[in-house]
């Protein structure tokens, strides 16, 4: 059974930093590929960060692209999302999530209907 777990939400002030954990339970690493979503109230969830072709490589929405990294440790089942110069607008509730196989492209690694797994979310907010 497949099991993922958040952690590492908190509250920051504009400009900061926080590194999102994510642990992975009951998958084979390199048959799955992982992705970083976020929802905000009253909007929908968007994607942040995917990796793809077996974790080599990766994929940013624009908002996040060079602010934002995704990154695996293979050997304990663990992704992370490393959040640098943080805004208010990237408050939201972020979400880790696993998809059987690899994607063909890396835009696809950020839409949540190819994912088959989701853990339950940590919280982030970040103060003007």
């Known amino acids: 059974q497949v099991q993922l777990q958040e952690s590492g939400g908190g509250s920051v002030q504009t400009g900061g930093s926080l590194r999102l954990s994510c642990a992975a339970s009951?998958?084979?690493?390199?048959?799955?590929?992982m992705g970083w979503f976020r929802q905000a109230p009253g909007k929908e969830r968007e994607g942040v960060a995917g990796?793809?072709?077996?974790?080599?490589?990766?994929y940013y929405a624009d908002s996040v692209k060079g602010r934002f990294t995704i990154s695996r440790d293979t050997s304990n089942d663990m992704v992370y999302l490393e959040m640098n110069s943080l805004k208010p607008e990237d408050t939201a509730m972020y979400y880790c999530?696993?998809?059987?196989?690899?994607?063909?492209?890396?835009?696809?690694?950020?839409?949540?209907?190819?994912?088959?797994?989701w853990g339950q979310g940590t919280q982030v907010t970040v103060s003007p």
């Open positions: 999530a696993a998809r059987r196989g690899y994607f063909a492209s890396g835009s696809s690694s950020l839409e949540d209907i190819y994912y088959d797994y």
């Open positions: 009951g998958i084979i690493s390199h048959w799955y590929s």
């Open positions: 990796q793809y072709t077996g974790g080599t490589g990766t």
